[in-house]
């Protein structure tokens, strides 16, 4: 059997980080196996479902590097093929029309609630005659669910999960005006699509135990299921608004990499062993659902911090810098391209400056200063007492004959040396003349990535 797993997000504006980790691990178990990946717009829900909504589900993934296999597929367009399964139901017996008013539905709520019964539809037009309908009502679709007995989920994550029957009511699968529900239209989608594991938030739980019956009805093969416990924020509560950003779009937009970001969410719930940096390759050699825990994983920001510095430090310097440009152009910053002499400052930077950097964004920040000459009155103010030693230094600077970080650091010792003084009280002087700040990158590799002419120009003050 060839593996085929889907994702299949509503579009709301953005990619939610929990639908991110959903769906690395349909990638990943895709993958693993050779199999398929497939990506699915629920757009059914007309007033969301925009083009600018789909298209920043499509740029989430993008970003992540989640690729999928052949066309995505619109739900919404697939209307006509969901409604013909209901309406083979129907004439097989295994759906019926209901024609209930709003008002018998109210009451039949209120009634339940009184009795202190779960709310659940009674059946009334179960098994009644159609002839018996009023006049002008347009009936709604109902599944026929069984009664008795139980339905199983065999979950790779849960475990076996048993639904009493009885607790399961009949359920709408085509709407007065001819639509088709979400549960009738994820079957159809799922077996035509041939998915073969569906991965996804164990609060779809309950909607397996309607979709297997439905599944069953419909003759379908039904799919396997791994149900994956939510994230959880660092206080124990369901992953919400309160606990920061929930579109992948705004992690990118924080200056997470990609793929720290798909090493975090991997852990989120997924481990192998101790092993906490697992590339991609490792997590698609490795990944499988017998290793997916049952507990809700808790979302850190320290750690994911943590992991993207250790990301920031092993990318390629190329790669890193690509990624780097737009933050430092960024309008927020200096709001325009970078030239070739400037690009060429910040890489000759980046070596040392990304030691120490845990996002793009605080590695931008400590490149802005290549840009910029520090002001010269608060330069001064700022060293104090300093300032008497910058034309030594400048001169002891003058004589290196190669301008390296490592000249430059041998003759600022041998400065330090002579004046009898340590290392240090000669270097922050330095620091705060060339950036305009007590804390920059290693001072001799800025010197090196400033260029003689314009270290020179900066200790003029």
Known sequence: ???????????????????????????????????????????????RSTPDAIEKIFEGMRWLGLDWDGEVVMQFSRMDRHAEVARKMLAEGKAYLCYCSPEELEAMRAKAKAEGRPIRYDGTWRDR?????????????????????????????????????????????????????????????????????????DDHLTNAARQTQLYIAAGFDVPDFAHVPLIHGPDGAKLSKRHGALGVDAYADMGYLPAAMRNYLLRLGWSH??????????????????????????????????????????????????????????????????????????????????????????LADAMLFLFTRPDAAATKTLLGDNTALLPDLAAALAACNDWTADATETAVRNFAEARGIKLGQAAQPLRMALTGSKVSPPIFNVMAALGREETAARLML
């Not at 999960?161 to 239209?185: A, K, M």
């Not at 092993?275 to 979302?299: C, K, M, N, Y």
């Open 1 to 47: 059997m060839k593996v085929v797993t889907r994702f299949a997000p509503s579009p709301t504006g953005y990619l939610h980080i929990g639908g991110g980790r959903t769906a690395l691990f349909n990638w990943l178990f895709a993958r693993h196996h050779g199999g398929t990946f497939r990506l699915r717009i629920e757009d059914t829900d007309r007033a």
């Open 129 to 201: 005659d159609p002839a018996d309908a009023p006049a002008g009502v347009k009936p709604v679709v109902r599944f026929k669910a069984p009664r008795e007995g139980s339905t199983i989920i065999k979950d790779h994550v849960q475990g076996d999960v048993t639904f009493q029957n009885e607790q399961l009511d009949d359920l709408i699968i085509l709407r007065s005006d001819g639509t088709p529900t979400y549960n009738l239209s994820v079957v159809v989608d799922d077996h035509d699509m041939g998915v073969t594991h569906i991965i996804r938030g």
């Open 273 to 362: 062993g101790d092993e906490e940096i697992i590339s991609t390759a490792q997590a698609i050699e490795w990944f499988g659902l017998d290793h997916v825990g049952r507990s809700p994983a808790r979302f850190d920001f320290v750690k994911l911090g943590n992991l993207n510095g250790h990301y920031i430090r092993s990318t390629p310097e190329d790669e890193l810098l690509a990624a780097l440009l737009p933050f430092i152009s960024a309008e927020k910053r200096l709001n325009r391209a970078l030239s070739e002499d400037e690009t060429a400052r910040v890489k000759a930077l980046l070596p040392a400056a990304k030691e120490r950097a845990k996002d793009l964004n605080e």
